[in-house]
């Protein structure tokens, strides 16, 4: 009985002690980077010439809040909101026609991002914490402007047509020194955005360098 109550405090302190030491971060966080883009054609026998599958974009910036909750010295859950704005090749994405994209001399896509997942510190004790983190989390198109050479903006939001909303997975290797981070994450979507009225679909992929600094600090 003695055994049972000393393993039961032991356990109870444990915990309180670990409570102790979590504590929240929120910060910005600033991004610059590329995407690669995948079209697939289905049901497709044959594609008219000029259909073209594999595009980049030209660059990928974004900015953000993001939240750590320090779970132990080791372990971290994490969460992000972002903003993104990516230079595309003109008409690429829509893939209407030669003639429409001939007239567009620049195409600025805007999108949103929502993810959540773990930080792990392979150092934690260092003054410099090496990071590694893996993350889920959703993506969603809100506009594209493509400026054309003589009439006015055309502000696209329903994505051409495709989904808006893609899920997708980060990987992220990265260093800490006290609130200052910087790092490099990969990003791959799990699923494609479809478009059924073309029998299409483009899944994304993309690599950022990532700089962030937290803001403020609290404790439980």
Known sequence: MKSITFVFLLTICTSLQTQAQARWELGIQLEYGRD????????????????????????????????????????????????????????????????????????????????????????????????????????????????????????????????RITPFATGTIGAKWQRLSVSVEYRQDLAAAKRARTGTGITSRGVVGKVAFVLFRAGN
């Open 36 to 163: 690669w883009y995948d079209r697939e054609y289905y049901n497709w026998v044959e594609r008219p010439s000029g259909y073209i599958e594999n595009f980049p974009s030209y660059y990928s910036r974004g900015a953000g809040f993001h939240a750590e909750r320090v779970i132990n010295p080791q372990f971290s859950a994490l969460a992000q909101i972002s903003y993104f704005q990516k230079k595309m090749h003109v008409d690429m994405f829509d893939e209407a026609s030669g003639t429409h994209g001939g007239w567009i001399t620049k195409e600025m896509h805007h999108r949103g991002a929502i993810d959540a997942g773990v930080r792990w510190y392979v150092n934690p004790k260092s003054k410099i914490r090496l990071f590694v983190d893996g993350k889920l989390g959703a993506n969603m198109f809100i506009a594209a402007v493509q400026r054309g050479t003589s009439l006015d903006d055309i502000v696209n939001h329903d994505a051409f047509g495709y989904d």
